[in-house]
């Protein structure tokens, strides 16, 4: 659901390029975090002592004790940059969705807009300099699970007639408040990951109200639901919920190359998913029967 992402996904060259990129999604993904998950695994065999306030720090740490200064150098402006790319979409999208949101003209200034990248990019910088948790931490805790709470408003409106504005921002409430207590310990889920009550919830908020309201508002925009996509619906809900592995939770005995189970565990899934994802751009023909 990152917002920078769907806007990125629209400069696609043609179809078949979208496709790719959805494709190929998991498994850079997988790749990605696994390269992450490694960095600080190493951090904390390297630097076992180090507080936990300094945790963010760790990837340096290793290049200034392992690295070169050129290599060193080559590394860290290679991720500033990575970071930078990121972070100028997300300013974009956030001031264009805000932008063109906005009911009076007075907003859609070239001024209001300047001032509106900087006062974002201000708090995010004030959030960085003195952060509540580690950085990671901190964007586990809200980034990732608040851009979940989307999921019901997207998906409700391409796919739902009934789905309706109070039905959006009754759920999207909803799922952001839990977020808040879910972050500041107030809620608790010990054997569930935060996303799967909060996601539940916004689902359920976003029905029901939508259903009370009785106003539909957007069968222009909603596609028709094909009898094969319920069948696709369930698949992909599937590896929703496999996702949440609690079974593995706190298992760190090595399987296979001196890696966890949990590991090949995600490995498999990320290669699954990929899987599932070509099978639903390009191959019909074997999914008919399930739409039957």
Not at 180 to 189: G, Q
Not at 205 to 218: D, F, G, P, Q
Not at 264 to 284: C, D, R, T
Request: with cysteine; charged share 10%; glycine share 6%.
């Amino acid at each position: 659901m990152f917002p920078q992402l769907f806007q990125r996904f629209m400069a696609a060259r043609d179809e078949k390029s979208l496709k790719w990129t959805v494709i190929l999604y998991p498994l850079i993904c997988t790749f990605l975090f696994f390269m992450t998950v490694s960095i600080g695994v190493i951090g904390k065999y390297v630097f076992p002592h180090l507080p936990l306030n300094q945790t963010d720090a760790v990837f340096p740490l290793l290049l200034n004790r392992y690295a070169g200064e050129l290599l060193s150098a080559l590394l860290l402006t290679g991720s500033i940059a990575a970071l930078m790319s990121t972070l100028d979409s997300q300013l974009l999208t956030v001031s264009s969705i805000i932008i063109r949101d906005m009911p009076s003209q007075r907003f859609k200034t070239n001024a209001f807009r300047r001032l509106l990248i900087a006062a974002i990019a201000l708090s995010g910088l004030l959030i960085a300099v003195n952060p509540p948790d580690t950085i990671l931490e901190f964007i586990n805790k809200t980034s990732f699970n608040g851009l979940a709470v989307l999921a019901p408003t997207v998906i409700g409106g391409l796919y739902w007639r009934r789905g309706n504005r109070y039905g959006a921002l009754s759920s999207i409430a909803t799922g952001e408040l839990m977020v808040v207590l879910f972050y500041f310990d107030l809620l608790s889920t010990p054997q569930l990951l935060p996303v799967i009550p909060i996601m539940l919830a916004s689902f359920a908020v976003y029905t029901a109200v939508s259903l009370l309201t009785h106003a539909a508002e957007n069968i222009s925009l909603v596609f028709t639901l094909q009898r094969r996509n319920w069948a696709w619906a369930g698949i992909f809900g599937l590896f929703f919920l496999l996702g949440n592995d609690f079974w593995n939770w706190n298992q760190s005995r090595a399987l296979l190359l001196g890696l966890p189970g949990w590991i090949w565990y995600f490995i498999l899934l990320g290669v699954l998913l990929s899987g599932a994802f070509a099978l639903f751009s390009f191959g019909k023909r074997p999914f008919r029967s399930l739409g039957r």
